[in-house]
């Protein structure tokens, strides 16, 4: 129960970094680099916040969402837009790494380099759950994660702005044409991406500590979570991440954990060589839904 548990708060965190890449990608069909340091930053903001200017926790983790929407709205400004057509200029390859290596020598240098102790959320309490001792803080991240995904599911199905989303996804030209405003819609993705970014912040620093360099390996493992779901599919990045915070689990308690992370990447290959539209791009979950589909 331990693992188990253990495994979807992990897998959790994954989904939410595959779902901010998925908000992305699917109107834009890039990989925004810079993710991992917008969510490193966010920890780190509302660190600061907490320990040097003693605000509350909720309105730290405000501060923090205000700032990466700002700075996601920044980096597509800057580093995606003025490159013209994406699919001819893959320049924001190097902008977007570009602007992942200045956000976090930045931070080094404003917040120092060494790691911070996090809080907890309920202050690091634990349960007693079928034998297993578990964080209050593992349960919200999970709890957490599904509401973010559950919300974002409604938003782009339910509202004004999700057809929006819906039809630059489809065909961005086309979308334009037909009066949506595709720039701003792309904008939108990006700052909302920020705030899924700076929730996945607040939940994973307690873990990890919060410093310059805590999303240097993690983050990688948000985009082997966007591919093993289907990279641009928010629905598949659920599957994505929790499967791959279950895999994770499951070796952990027959392996020894040096090995843990050379399976996930195993796993996200042979993912891709055989399912390259993800899982969900199976003929099972992708009977009666067109190809382009990726919302």
Same mark, same amino acid.
């Given at each position: ?65 205000? !700032? ?65 001792? !578990? ?21 782009i199905q339910k509202t004004r702005?999700?057809r929006a989303v819906r039809a ?7 979308a334009r044409l037909m009066g ?116």
């Open positions: 129960m331990q693992q188990f548990i253990f495994g979807l708060a992990n897998g959790s965190i994954y989904a939410l970094m595959a779902l901010a890449i998925g908000m992305v990608f699917s109107t834009t069909e890039i990989i925004n680099f810079a993710h991992a340091s917008v969510i490193m930053l966010a920890a780190m903001t509302s660190y600061w916040c907490m320990a040097y200017f003693h605000l509350s926790y909720i309105l730290a983790i405000l501060i923090a969402v205000v !700032i990466n929407v700002l700075v996601n709205m920044l980096i597509y400004k800057t580093c995606v837009e003025k490159l013209g057509r994406l699919s001819a200029n893959i320049g924001w390859i190097v902008t977007l790494f570009g602007a992942s290596i200045i956000i976090d020598n930045a931070a080094r240098m404003y917040f120092g380099t060494e790691p911070q102790p996090y809080p907890y959320l309920f202050g690091g309490k634990v349960v007693h759950i079928l034998g297993a001792n !578990i964080m209050l803080h593992e349960i919200m991240m999970i709890v957490v994660s599904l509401a973010v995904g559950l919300a974002y599911q409604l938003l702005f999700g630059v996804s489809f065909r961005r030209d086309t949506i405003k595709s720039e701003t819609t792309v904008l939108f993705c990006f700052g909302l991406a920020g705030v899924v970014a700076a929730i996945s912040g607040a939940l994973i620093a307690p873990i990890t500590f919060a410093s310059y360099n805590m999303m240097s390996f993690i983050g990688l493992k948000g985009f082997a979570a966007a591919l093993i779901g289907g990279l641009g599919n928010t629905r598949g990045a659920f599957i994505g991440g929790i499967s791959l915070g279950l895999i994770e689990a499951l070796i952990g308690s027959f392996l020894p954990a040096a090995y843990k992370d050379a399976i996930s990447f195993f796993v996200m290959i042979i993912v891709i060589i055989f399912l390259p539209g993800g899982i969900l791009g199976a003929k099972f979950f992708s009977k009666g839904r067109t190809g382009k589909e990726k919302i």
